[in-house]
């Protein structure tokens, strides 16, 4: 298992990008490059659920228009986040893995993530809260979930059913147990290969910190019953899940119940530590001792973790500069990787800031001005390219080998022959050839000749004359003869000097050159290439 995953990365929800306005905005295929040119065998959380999630985003559009809204923007549903895992695989032989903060069992939320058929409604889930007094406890269901509320968050609620926006859950109580395996269940369908538990062993810790011997039947039966879940887990994944190496130091939980069935185990980088750029070689000697004394030779993982407060994560991102975050991983990958643990590198995702820090003012680093997430290639921090760099140092290597290479040299070398070649030679020959000239004659041709004679014609006539005795005009018709111009064409003989070209035949000298072969001995310099075999070593970088 510690060879399999060498390179674990941090990218929380492959698709939560996808709809948002640049320069935040990014692709599945993007995310699936970035993973690619990481070479990460492991991506932590990679499809991840916080809020109630659903099937498709249509389930929301009969009851709740703004969720189903919301649900697009955020690409919150099951079946787009397997879309992702789908396309991120084509790329990649990284497997996927996927996650819940169990800590929050919302006071709201259906009865199963695979059916769907009912929403939960407060009521329905305060009856699957810890109630301590089913294990014989001397304190009301209600006290002791006001309690949880105040530790966890830092208020104080006096009616906890309704004023919660979450509870404690009881893991012994069948109806959570089949909540929980749906909500597994349906990641599965979405491609991950590894499951994630946050905080599983909730439940017992808050007994035990609110005083609960853990000799007592009530620690026995939560346990078991967290330790069913996450043998249920690791029968259909790796099951990933903290330490909880606190809960052996302090109470011996472990020793007296067994160890809870995991795959990997995290551990989390103090705030201490990423504050001093500096990490602690006596705490690491100790809780490696105790991982080793329970799981043995279970990988472990090192977390920068973040949640309400100054969390890991948010010293990271808002207190060290750019420059110290560098260093920090630098440091920190160094140091984990001569104990043979893995630190999960923070790339994409986990809120480093709560609402109160922002409403304060306390966050003056959000992802691309806006978002309450941590990303590595945001202008805000830019790590990427150290990560990139701790990515490489893990999965390639220098791979040299000693290949042999001809090295020549060109020396110069008289070289004489004798050859036969081709000589063009001046040939001189009498001989008849044809002659074009020009010859004349005087020949009788006929010749088209237009002839004019004068000739009369007779022409009818009217003549008119004024008659004295009659009184009146009389005309009458006469046959005169007129002179006309008549014309003709005639043809007759006309000498003409006539001349053409004619070909004549006569002796003329002649010269041309013709190719004879002929031997002759050349010399030329010669350029002799010299080699001999000269040992290189080549090196390349591969990675896995």
């Known amino acids: 298992m510690s060879a399999e995953f060498r390179n674990p990365i941090h990218y929380q929800r492959l698709n939560d990008a996808v709809m948002l306005s640049p320069p935040a905005r990014r692709s599945v295929e993007t995310v699936a490059r970035i993973i ?10 990679g499809v991840f659920r916080y809020y109630p999630c659903v099937d498709t985003c249509s389930r929301w559009l009969r009851w709740n228009a703004p969720k189903r809204e919301k649900c697009i923007e955020k690409q919150y549903a099951y079946d787009l986040m397997a879309r992702a895992v789908d396309v991120v695989q084509s790329e990649t032989d990284a497997i996927i893995g996927g996650g819940t903060p169990i800590e929050f069992f919302w006071a709201e939320q259906w009865d ?8 939960l409604s407060r009521e329905d889930v305060w009856k699957l809260a810890l109630d301590p007094r089913k294990f014989g406890l001397p304190v009301t269901k209600e006290k002791f979930q006001a309690w949880f509320w105040k530790r966890f968050t830092g208020k104080t609620v006096s009616n906890p059913k309704k004023e919660m926006d979450f509870y404690l859950y009881d893991p012994t109580q069948s109806d959570v147990q089949n909540m929980l395996a749906d909500i597994l269940e349906a990641q599965l369908r979405c491609g991950v290969k590894a499951f994630w538990w946050d905080m599983l062993l909730l439940p017992v810790a808050a007994l035990l910190y609110y005083g609960v011997p853990v000799e007592h039947t009530a620690i026995a039966e939560v346990y078991n019953a967290c330790k069913q879940i996450a043998k249920g887990t690791q029968r259909k994944a790796r099951h990933i899940s903290w330490s909880y190496w606190q809960l052996e130091h302090s109470y011996r939980l472990f020793s007296r119940y067994g160890a809870l069935p995991l795959d990997i185990c995290v551990v989390m980088i103090t705030t201490k530590e990423v504050k001093n750029k500096k990490m602690d070689d006596k705490r690491w000697n100790y809780i490696q001792g105790i991982v080793k004394k329970l ?24 207190e060290l500069s750019m420059a110290e975050a560098n260093a920090f991983l630098e440091i920190a990958e160094n140091f984990l990787r001569k104990r043979n643990v893995h630190l999960i590198l923070p790339v994409h995702g986990g809120n480093p800031c709560d609402p109160q820090q922002i409403k304060r003012g306390r966050c003056p680093r959000l992802a691309f001005g806006k978002y309450n997430w941590y990303d ?3 202008p805000e921090w830019r790590t990427y390219p150290v990560i990139k760099a701790i990515a490489y140092k893990r999965v390639c290597r220098k791979v040299c080998r000693t290949i042999y290479e001809q090295k020549c040299k060109v020396v110069p070398v008289r070289v004489c022959r004798t050859i036969r070649t081709i000589v063009p030679v001046r040939v ?17 041709i006929p010749v088209r000749q237009r002839v004019c004679r004068i000739v009369r014609v007779p022409v009818r006539r009217v003549i008119c004359r004024y008659h004295p005795r009659l009184r009146r005009r009389i005309c009458w018709t006469r046959t005169v003869l007129v002179p006309r111009r008549v014309c003709r064409t005639e043809y007759r ?8 070209t004619e070909r004549r035949w006569v002796t003329r000298r002649v010269y041309r050159t013709e190719h004879r072969w002929v031997t002759r001995r050349v010399c030329r310099t010669e350029k ?14 591969v990675c896995r």
């Not at 003989?493 to 053409?500: E, P």
């Not at 010299?530 to 390349?540: A, D, G, L, M």
């Open 36 to 45: 690619k040119d990481l070479h990460a065998d492991f991506v932590m959380q």
């Open 112 to 119: 199963s993530e695979i059916e769907f058929n009912k929403w």
């Open 295 to 318: 799981y043995r030779d279970t990988p472990i993982f090192a977390r920068i973790d973040y949640g309400k407060g100054r969390s890991p994560l948010y010293v990271f991102a808002e």
């Open 376 to 378: 590595s290639l945001a």
């Open 428 to 444: 001189r020959r009498t001989t008849i050839v044809p002659v074009q000239r020009r010859v004349c004659r005087t020949v009788r």
């Open 493 to 500: 003989w006309v000498t003409r000097r006539v001349c053409r």
């Open 528 to 541: 002799k290439r010299i080699c001999r075999k000269v040992p290189k070593k080549v090196c390349k970088i």
